[in-house]
């Protein structure tokens, strides 16, 4: 069996021959085949190709979207509870669950991205509960990250905040402290109206990142390692969104869109646009109609059924700029904002 990291060079055969929306269903196969040849006890080969196929939709994730990818990371997931249930050797059964804990993880966000929080919830409750049982503190609180980010936005600030600090105690001052305080914490705050608790929790993310090793340009979304210096940039100008601090805003969009390879997250290019065209229609001197344009531009990036974030900041930015509804922009960004599809049940 070739691990993934070894058979780059066919992948890219087939994503050439049938399309980048068939090549993770082609990694999905072959983990498939693989699982006929696992028992009694996985080999190493199938638990370095489990790793691969995590890593591979991190990294890939905001190319292929969710719709496209969530499908079959639940089918690789069903497939790893098979070989879970089966006789294995203790430290391959460890690599396994942590694989699979992962792979919960996954859907689990994906599901948040689609709309559906029930499903979120249900995959992070399984994720966490494998978490603990593994002793994965890293893998406990990136869970918690991201039921944090669930009840963000399912609108239940209250439980945003309370995940988020609670996944601190597992992240214990490393890597994901910096997402739970910026993405989890702060942007809960700025929605609670506590600008104070705002500023605290985003310098938090930054003196954190002073100690970490961070990846360069926009980190992925996806990602279980430690968020980037654009990606703490780009999550503390949505939070200072909440509190209706323009200016900073404006300085942490800047920062964030100004980080060498940050344009290459186009999720993230979106939505820091909508935080900035939001930010424009507060203040003593608001411009309506230079926010409905970037607000447009945005939804255009985005098409018409982007992910629950982008849909969401879309159409509050509507309702920010529906004062102002006789100017073109702001009527083109109504009509835009109204047609944006949920891709998921809530």
Known sequence: MFA??????????????RGEGDRQASLTDVGIRQQYFAAPSVPTSFLDYLDDFVE????????????????????QREGAQAL??????????LRLLRAAGRLSGLVGYMAVNLGDFQLSRAYCAEAFAIAV??????????????????AYYAGDYRSALARAREGQTFAAGGPQ??????????????????REGVREAVGRAFDLAERADLPEGMSACLSFGAYSLARIAANAAT????????????????????????DRSPWSDA???????TALTAGKDPDPEHSATLGLQALTRAGATPIESIRQRGRELARRTAPWRTLPAVAELAEASQALIRRGPR
Do not use: K
Request: net charge negative; with cysteine; charged share 20%.
């Open 177 to 194: 402290a910096i997402r739970l305080a910026v993405n989890g914490e702060a942007r809960a705050l700025g929605r609670l109206g506590d």
């Open 271 to 277: 939505l820091i646009a909508l935080d900035v065209a």
């Open 239 to 262: 939070a200072h969104v909440g509190t209706g601090d323009t200016e900073l805003v404006h300085r942490y969009a800047q920062t964030a869109s100004s980080t060498p390879g940050a």
């Open 133 to 150: 049982a593994v002793e994965d503190s890293d893998l406990a609180a990136w869970v918690r990250g991201t039921e944090s980010l669930c």
């Open 84 to 93: 879970i249930e089966g006789s294995q050797l203790p430290r391959n059964r």
């Open 56 to 75: 591979d939709c991190v990294t890939s994730y905001e190319t292929r979207g969710p719709a496209t990818l969530m499908p079959l990371v639940v089918q």
């Open 4 to 17: 993934l990291a070894t058979a780059s060079s066919a992948m890219d055969t087939i994503t050439s021959s």
